[in-house]
């Protein structure tokens, strides 16, 4: 996979994008929460408005094998039937998840350093979107300016609960200051990682 | 090739009479578009392109006012309402990345068959094109522009 020809997006951007069909070109909900499994690292799914201002929550949720694309402007979707209303077990797990939402953890390498706290998910948008790190903001260590917020690559495993994460050491030569120079970072840790077992 | 902006508000005279029906309002067009399948005269309905002998630059000729006929389905009701409108309407790539705004259409006149669509972002062939909707026009994002974005 080439990062010439992949979007990097914060999860929190997708907020209030349309949802829009690719057969009828409408736009029939809109992101109201990004829904991030921590157990998994990956995100499930999206939970939704309708459209408008004045859009209300809808109790149809989008599940993340149902995403066709995700762009810069809008999520799309194949057929407005992608939409999960009687899904018991996602909009389950949908509820459960938010309790346990990534935004806010704490970040420990595992050499007991504190790194800071999760800001936002970095969604690596390619053939396969696929988690690629994660905003962290309050960090002494990482940044020179004082809460300044940076990017750290997400390891392909790594250890989560409610309230932490947990990633090797190494990942503090692999910190970003920008979004944009981020997936060669990610590109650059995931092989150091493959490399050194 | 005949630019849809063009036709739009030209006069449909019938053939059958050679009186004067109307103006032509807009086009309907099938899913995923490529092609008009009938034409919407103002004030009065639609008669399908098969009913049209002609389409000039002076008018738009229909066999005889008898076939004109109100909306069939839910789709050429939302299309007489205006809902699926091309002008000015959003373009979408199936990536989700918006390439700009429609300001014409380009169709071969003898068949309704649509040749391009002319966007602010650029020329999209009509086979790029996926689905015409209330929010969007739909198109597949070529590989060259998903690499340069």
């Known amino acids: ?15 209030g994008h349309p949802v829009v069909t690719l057969d009828g070109g409408d736009d029939i909900a809109e992101v109201k929460d990004v829904v991030y499994g921590t157990a998994q690292a990956a995100l499930l799914g999206f939970t939704l408005n309708r459209r408008g201002f004045w859009g209300r929550r809808m109790k149809q949720v989008l599940a993340w094998d149902h995403v066709a694309a995700l762009g810069a402007h809008a999520v799309m979707i194949a057929t407005a039937g992608d939409l999960d209303d009687n899904d018991e077990a996602l909009v389950q797990e949908v509820k459960g998840s938010r309790q346990r939402n990534v935004i806010g953890s704490e970040v420990f390498t595992d050499r007991g350093e504190r790194l800071g706290e999760v800001t936002d998910v970095v969604i690596l ?16 260590v990482l940044t020179p300016r004082a809460g300044g917020h940076v990017f750290i690559p997400l390891p392909e495993t790594l250890a989560v609960s409610g309230e932490a994460l947990m990633v090797p050491a190494a990942v503090r030569d692999f910190v970003c200051d920008d979004l944009a120079g981020f997936g060669a970072s990610v590109e650059r840790f995931r092989e150091h990682l493959r490399s050194t077992g | 090739m005949r630019r849809l902006s063009e036709a739009i508000g030209t006069r449909v005279m019938s053939k059958a009479t050679a009186e004067r029906v109307g103006k032509l309002e807009r086009v309907v067009f099938d899913v995923p578009p490529r092609r008009v399948v009938a034409v919407q005269v103002s004030g009065k ?62 169709l071969d006149e003898s068949t309704g068959t649509i040749e391009a669509v002319e966007t602010t972002g650029g020329r999209v062939s009509a086979d790029r094109l996926l689905a015409l909707g209330s929010y969007c026009l739909v198109v597949r994002e070529e590989r060259a522009a998903a690499l340069a974005g």
Do not use: F
Not at chain 1, 125 to 140: F, H, N
Not at chain 2, 47 to 68: F, K, N, Y
């Open chain 1, 125 to 140: 948008v390619a053939d396969e979107p696929e988690v690629a790190g994660y905003e962290i903001g309050g960090s002494q």
């Open chain 1, 1 to 15: 996979m080439s990062t010439g020809a992949s979007l990097l997006l914060r999860a929190t951007e997708l907020i």
């Open chain 2, 45 to 106: 309905g639609l008669v399908d392109w098969s009913a049209v002998s002609g389409l000039g630059t002076d008018a738009a000729v229909i066999e005889s006012e008898d076939h004109i006929r109100p909306a069939a389905d839910v789709r050429e009701d939302r299309a007489l309402g205006g809902a699926l409108d091309w002008k000015g309407k959003r373009v979408l790539s199936d990536h989700g990345n918006e390439l700009g705004t429609v300001t014409d259409i380009e």
